[in-house]
């Protein structure tokens, strides 16, 4: 962010970054479309419920944070966005998590590259994606973390969950970050072609993973094919990793996303109670 010293930099980007804030508020991201009747909506009655400000290196980002509004030293979930950013389903997702007793929070990283809540399809996202360093998404993480546990949250018990795009990012994070405890992927990719920018993948990372992974994966994923999730079941297990995979046969990528025609209720709601029972196991549980 620009130096209050330079006002015209300075109110641009506080500018830039209310309207970016003020789209993701709106609703789902335009290229996210159409919206499913199957659409959940969980309320947010009882809980700390809406957007923040992270401090983030040169910047401070929004972040979407939900957590009960009674009690304190609730455990840390970082929610990872899926590719259409942190539209209304990644702050459902907070709100759920938050309903379990949690800080859910789940952090705009993309602010540097721009807003795609507006853009009208994914070919038109992919461009912005492919700018996003997994360096600058690694450190944005670790400050809201960071800002997490400045407001009370109890990050010894810290746990991540990702979906699509984020799903990648919880492997990456669970090589990276020593202080997880954690981390559930939901059908991130796991292999593919080193960029400067994205210069390592989950499968690279398999012996080198500090926290255990779930990854949560479908059975009839266009885009990750199942000979890819074989791969990475048999890095884990050359690795001795606790890690493991679980495929939802039948499923398509997005069974998690109510919103979307590719949503299936019954791998959703099993995937969702895997990541229950894998947070409880490895210390990431809120108290009874």
């Not at 500018?15 to 804030?21: D, E, H, P």
């Not at 199942?226 to 079941?233: F, N």
């Amino acid at each position: 962010m620009g130096s209050p010293v330079n006002g015209s930099g300075f109110t641009f980007n506080l500018r830039r970054r209310q309207v970016l804030v003020a789209g993701l508020a709106t609703g789902f991201a335009v290229a996210a479309g159409p919206i499913t009747a199957a659409t959940i909506t969980t309320p947010a009655h009882g809980l700390l419920a809406g957007f923040v400000s992270v401090p983030a290196g040169d910047r401070s980002i929004p972040a979407y944070r939900a957590q009960p509004a009674k009690g304190q030293r609730h455990p840390v979930v970082l929610v990872v966005q899926e590719i259409f950013g942190v539209h209304a389903h990644i702050q459902d997702v907070c709100r759920r998590l938050a309903r379990l007793g949690y800080v859910a929070i789940a952090p705009s990283l993309y602010e540097r590259q721009g807003d795609v809540s507006q853009l009208p399809d994914i070919p038109s996202i992919l461009p912005v994606v492919a700018q996003v360093p997994d360096a600058q998404v690694l450190a944005d993480l670790d400050a809201t973390v960071a800002w997490a546990e400045g407001q009370g949250g109890d990050t010894s018990r810290l746990g991540i969950t990702g979906f699509c795009w984020g799903g990648r990012i919880t492997w990456l994070y669970a090589a990276h970050n020593p202080r997880l405890k954690a981390g559930v992927a939901w059908y991130g990719r796991l292999v593919g072609t080193a960029t400067p920018l994205q210069p390592r993948f989950p499968i690279d990372l398999a012996a080198e993973l500090k926290a255990p992974v779930l990854g949560l994966y479908a059975g009839d994923d266009d885009g990750i094919p199942l000979d890819s999730v074989q791969r990475m079941q048999a890095a884990l297990k050359a690795a001795g990793s606790p890690s493991r995979i679980e495929v939802f046969p039948g499923a398509p990528h997005g069974f998690h996303a109510d919103y979307r025609p590719t949503f299936r209720a019954e791998a959703a709601a099993a995937g969702w109670q895997r990541l229950q029972a894998w947070f409880k196991a490895h210390g990431v549980a809120p108290a009874v």
